[in-house]
C-alpha cells in the first residue's frame, strides 16, 4: 500500500494488522490480503464508508400561527450515506411526518420529512423536535419552539364585597383578561340595559357605589385581541339592607331568666290548674248521682 494513510500496526507470524486515517468515500470497496505461500493465499475486507449528514435544518411556513388554524414544519438533512430517517416530536407527543429522499452524486442522500397539524393555545411555547436517526451519528436534531396566537381568557374577579351584594354597599368588579397578543381593549357592559349613569369604568375595574335593587342584571366584561374576542358575565342580585332590633330594657313576658327565685317573675302552669278542676267535677257529679239514688230508695 502506497497511501500514507495506511499504517502499519502489527506484524507477526500470524497476524498483520494495518490502519487507514482519514477515511473518504472513495477508501469503500473490497481489501485484499494476500499470503505468498504455497500455494498463495488470500483474504478479502469489504470496507462500506458512513457519512453522516450535516446538522438538520428545521423551516415553518409562518412564524406565529393562531389557535385552530394548521401549521407546517419542514426537515432536512443534506449529504449523507445512506439515508438518514427522521422523526418528529411535539413536545411529549411523536408526529408523523411525510418524506422525501434525494439521491446526490456518490450514492448520497438528502432527505426531507414535512409535518402538518392544527395547533391550539396550549401549543404556545412547545418545542417541536426534528431527529436524525443515522447510523455514523447520534442525538443529532434540531428543535423549533411554536408561536400561537389565541384569543383572550376572561375572568370577573369580585373585589368588594365579600359576602351578600345588600342596598346601600359599593361594588367593585375587577376583569382579569389573558391573551397572545394581550388584549388591547376591554369593555364593561349591562346585557340588555345600561350601564348604572353613576357606574365608573377605570381600566378593567368597574366600580358602583350605594347599590339599590334597579342595579341588578347581567354585568358583562368583553376583552378583545387581533385573534378574536371573549367575555364573562357577573349577575349583581341586591338584597334589602340587614334591619336591626331595638334592644329591650325590661325582661319580655314569659321569658325564662336565668335566676333561681330572687323576684324573678314564676310561670303559671295553667295545665295543672285544667287537672284539678276537673277532678273537682267529678268528685261533685259522683256525689250527685249517690244523692239521687239515695233519695229514690227511701221514696219508695
Known sequence: LKDSRFQLVNFSDNELRVSLSNVSLSDEGRYVCQLYTDPPQEAYADITVLVPPGSPIIESREDLVSEGNETELTCTAIGSKP?????WMKGEEELTGETT???MYDRMFTVTSRVRFSVTK?????PVDCIIDHPAVKDLLAQR???VLYKPEVKIVVTYPEGLTREGDNLDLTCIAEGKPHPHQINWLRVDEDVPPHAVVTGSDL????LNKSYNGTYRCVASN??????DDYILYVYDAPTTSP???T????TQDSRAGEGAPQKIDHAVIGGVVAVVMFAILCALIVLGRYFARHKG
Do not use: F, K, M
Not at 83 to 87: H, L, Q, T
Not at 207 to 210: F, K, R, V, W
Open 207 to 210: 366600580y358602583i357605589e350605594n
Open 83 to 87: 439515508a438518514a430517517s427522521i422523526r
Open 101 to 103: 429522499v434525494e439521491e
Open 145 to 147: 419552539y411554536l408561536e
Open 226 to 231: 387581533a385573534v378574536g374576542e371573549a367575555y
Open 247 to 249: 334592644t329591650p330594657t
Open 122 to 126: 396550549e401549543d404556545d411555547g412547545v
Open 251 to 254: 325582661n319580655p313576658v314569659n
